[in-house]
């Protein structure tokens, strides 16, 4: 089995790679030190540093509220394109709503952030709207690159399920708007879930874009984060990555052992 | 998967704005409003001149006193985009880092998706788990955990050295090697789902086959498992090579001040210089240059069958 023993070998290798730096964000967060080199015994002095400091606990507030509303926009948005495009069969300018829909996918984030504030700079000096950048300006930029994923999430799962169904509820007298809500939405529920995590995480994560179309009073939170790790390591962000992988390990970890019953469940009933 | 075609209930009232119009109507409105339009908003802008004014650019029209008007557009950034070498070399050592961490994931990733395609169940889930979960994690923060690692006081010099295995800390951070390692640790996870999807349905009757005819284990994964997984690379190299090439925290934190990438290009021309016009040129010619190219290669990929 020496082919058995490289294959791990390497794979351990990746393994150690990916979550050597994590552990390591993890480790010095206790560092009583403010050098990375030196440890100086445990210590929590950065969780408290980091949950007194004002500039950080309101561009978290401000991400999770954008994060939010942009989610929820970008997953009802999403859902209504995804549905026009699998199930809406040929209509003029179905090309170009599939070329939109997807487009942002591999659109590089700089381009997508100056585009669109030189169209808000433009539509304030023409229209008025939108006043300023702040939290309305960075809502809508997320919406429009998270729904793509959300769009690409749900068309494939209305592409795997059974449209006999919807036929059948069709057949059976229910209305276009009666067969989404009570047949296909309870479908594709988890897709819409998983879109709709995917577009908050995406929007929390956001630093290019929020960049360029947020205003003074809209700092996100990895905008402040950047402007400090620019000027090299601070523990307090060692203590904040550490909180954030803690929420995501548990999430992750609850979703594992979800799918892993759910999996022995469906052998069972084999 | 029934034989009869759509049904042709909606069929007669295809014009008519009703329920059907507006559903297509509002993903179609955001979308030409907040995605379409700005493109030509770059392309207007970037006939502009830079201008000491709010907004920092200068009209396209003039309105003359008896109300002529007169066009101001120029090609002028365009001309030193050609002419200054410094976009050039953006442009070019942008496709060669993107390149070169590509291929480097593709060399890490693909005994990763392998070995997980391999393994039995329980175990199978909990690995798939751990390499999505860093990228559920912060993005920005995943790039910082580097700094801590390359720096000169950093874990690597400094174990490195206590080993023996070096005399003098060695420059990682801020090269273009850190910036590789950037690339390469946030877009592994693209490379190696695509990857493990596709080797997970290879089936071992192939393998065995070869086996039986007398390949041996480097004969058997060069003739038949690489060639089978193609369209997984070819979808890795994809989802990593294109989010790459416009980068632009990963060079500004982990590269060399002269690590010149056309993202950060791009940023610095619109932060630092605030010439509004010059970003606009910059994204573009991008657009035309490194994103229209993508667009079609997947589109050809999609049309082939393979891919995604």
Partial sequence: MRRGWTLTILAGFGFVFLYAPILSLVVYSFNDSRLVTVWAGFSTRWYAALFTDRAILNAAWVSLQIGVVSATLATALGTLAALVLTRFGRFTGRLLLTGMATAPLVMPEVITGLSLLLLFVSMELTLGWPAGRGMTTVIIAHTTFCMAFVTVIVASRLRDMDESLEEAARDLGAGPVRVFFDVTLPVIAPALVAGWLLAFTLSLDDLVIASFVSGPGASTLPIVVFSKVRLGVSPDINALATIIIAVVAVAVAIAGWQMTRAARRRRQGR | MSAAPEP?????????????????????????????????????????????????????????????????????????????????????????????????????????????????????????????????????????????????????????????????????????????????????????????????????????????????????????????????????????????????????????????????????????????????????????????????????????????
């Fill in chain 2, 8 to 308: 042709p209930a909606p069929r007669p009232r295809r014009w008519l704005p009703g329920p059907r119009w507006l559903v297509i109507a509002v993903p179609m409105a955001w979308l030409l409003l907040f995605f379409l339009v700005p493109f030509f908003v770059l392309g207007r802008i970037s006939l502009s001149e830079p201008m000491i004014a709010r907004p920092p650019y200068s009209p396209l029209w003039e309105v003359l006193a008896d109300g002529t008007r007169v066009w101001l557009g120029n090609l002028e950034n365009y001309r030193l985009l050609v002419e200054d070498t410094l976009y050039r070399n953006a442009y070019f050592s942008s496709i060669r880092i993107a390149a070169v961490s590509t291929v480097a994931a593709l060399l890490i990733g693909y005994p990763m998706a392998y070995y997980i395609a391999r393994a039995p169940e329980p175990r199978r889930t909990i690995l798939l788990l751990l390499i999505i979960l860093p990228f559920w994690t912060s993005f920005l923060l995943r790039v910082y955990a580097w700094i801590g690692f390359l720096q000169r006081e950093g874990l690597i010099n400094q174990a490195l050295l206590g080993l023996g295995i070096i005399d003098a800390p060695l420059r990682m951070l801020n090269t273009d090697f850190a910036v590789y390692i950037g690339i390469v640790y946030t877009y592994l996870p693209f490379m190696i789902l695509p990857l493990y999807a596709n080797l997970v349905k290879l089936d071992e009757a192939f393998l065995e086959a070869a086996a039986d005819l007398g390949a041996g284990p480097v004969t058997t994964f060069f003739t038949v498992t690489l060639p089978l997984s193609l369209p997984g690379i070819v979808a890795g190299c994809m989802l990593v090579f294109i989010p790459a090439i416009g980068e632009y925290v990963i060079p500004e934190l982990l590269g060399a001040s002269g690590t010149l990438m056309i993202g950060r290009v791009l940023w610095n021309e619109f932060f630092s210089a605030n010439d509004w016009t010059m970003a606009a040129a910059v994204a573009v010619v991008m657009l035309f240059v490194v994103v229209a190219p993508i667009m079609w290669l997947q589109a050809r990929i999609d049309r082939q069958g393979g891919g995604t």
